[in-house]
Nanobody, 126 residues
Framework: QVQLVEPGGGSVQAGGSLRLSCAAS????????LGWFRQGPGKEREGAAA???????????YYADSVKGRFTISQDNAKNTLYLQMNSLKPEDTAMYYC????????????????WGQGTQVTVSS
């Protein structure tokens, strides 16, 4: 089973930037789709970004429309760490952010993730 740990998120003013990280362990191979999800106050959890590298180290990433062009997902296989660079943040980006994993290709969907981190809070003030 994959273990995922997200260190602290943070608070920032609108227009600012934050980078989230997620330390992963327990992988059996590189065949994992890794994703970032978020749940804002009174909202359902939604996928924000996901990435798949596979054994061939070919990175394929996709994003929700609400973050496309502002957020960038990446991973450092040597450090077993997943990142989410968030730029041009808006108050509506305020949410608990979770990293997640599933042992398969992403397939362009945000469903079916099996392993989850504990979440980290991101607050964007206007």
């Amino acid at each position: 089973q994959v273990q995922l740990v997200e260190p602290g998120g943070g608070s920032v003013q609108a227009g600012g930037s934050l980078r989230l990280s997620c330390a992963a362990s327990g992988y059996t191979d590189n065949n994992y789709c890794l994703g970032w999800f978020r749940q804002g106050p009174g909202k359902e959890r939604e996928g924000a970004a996901a990435i798949y590298s596979g054994n061939g180290l070919i990175y394929v990433a996709y994003y929700a429309d609400s973050v496309k062009g502002r957020f960038t997902i990446s991973q450092d296989n040597a450090k077993n760490t997943l990142y989410l660079q968030m730029n041009s943040l808006k108050p509506e980006d305020t949410a608990m952010y979770y990293c997640a994993a599933v042992r398969r290709q992403c397939g362009g969907v945000f469903s079916g993730f099996t392993d989850w981190g504990q979440g980290t809070q991101v607050t964007v003030s206007s």
